[in-house]
């Protein structure tokens, strides 16, 4: 399979997970519900989930455990575009070529919808069908708290404000750093759902070895 078939194949799988994840409802939530499913059923590559897919099966975990995991990960991802879109943020009136959410809904219900995107990460990681062991869950759950919260969302702040003041950044400084939302190299260093560790539970050295030959095959600093 292609690299693009295998893009394709995870973008469905994921879709269709999003999809029961999400359901449509007719509770008094039915809005807020609808304009979550607005921002995370769009048009999109899934590059996400992919790479959490595709990292995990280096160490030969379930697929249907990692796509838990990859949607989880949509779900921050779409809400930080849901919140990046808002007025008092970047006030885009577009994404992925449809309104954005504040303008098919309205600003109140954006808050609110990706506000619940978010939550809903960590439910779908808190979830049995991610992990049968519950303290990997529980440090799925910690490791993307961590790299979404303020120290994740500072190493973004401090790559984009080095990368604007000094071209000669590394082209690997990216996949290292940035771990909140644009890889989910978080998965692979934090978590012991994919780590191979010796009879002394050190990580294994060829954990940064995946890592970079991963990033590099798919020019992950351009994501």
Known sequence: MSLEEKLKATARETDALLDRLLPVSTTPAKRLIEAMRYA????????????????????????AHALMVGAALECVHCYSLVHDDLPAMDDDDLRRGKPTVHRAFDEATAILA??????AAFEI???????????????????????AGMDGWNALLKFKNNY????????????????????PVWTLERNPYFWQVDTEGNQLPYIDKALLTLGENLEVVNL
Do not use: C, M, Y
């Open 164 to 183: 604007q003041l000094n071209a000669e950044v590394p082209v690997v400084t990216p996949w290292r750093t940035v771990t909140p939302i644009n890889t």
């Open 114 to 119: 990706g506000d619940a995107l978010l939550t």
């Open 125 to 147: 990681l808190a979830d049995d069908a991610t992990h049968p062991d519950t303290g990997v869950r529980l440090q799925l759950v910690s490791g993307l708290a961590r790299a």
């Open 40 to 63: 995370a059923l769009g048009p999109g590559k899934r590059l996400r989930p992919f790479l959490v897919v595709e990292s995990a099966a280096l160490f030969d975990v379930p697929r």
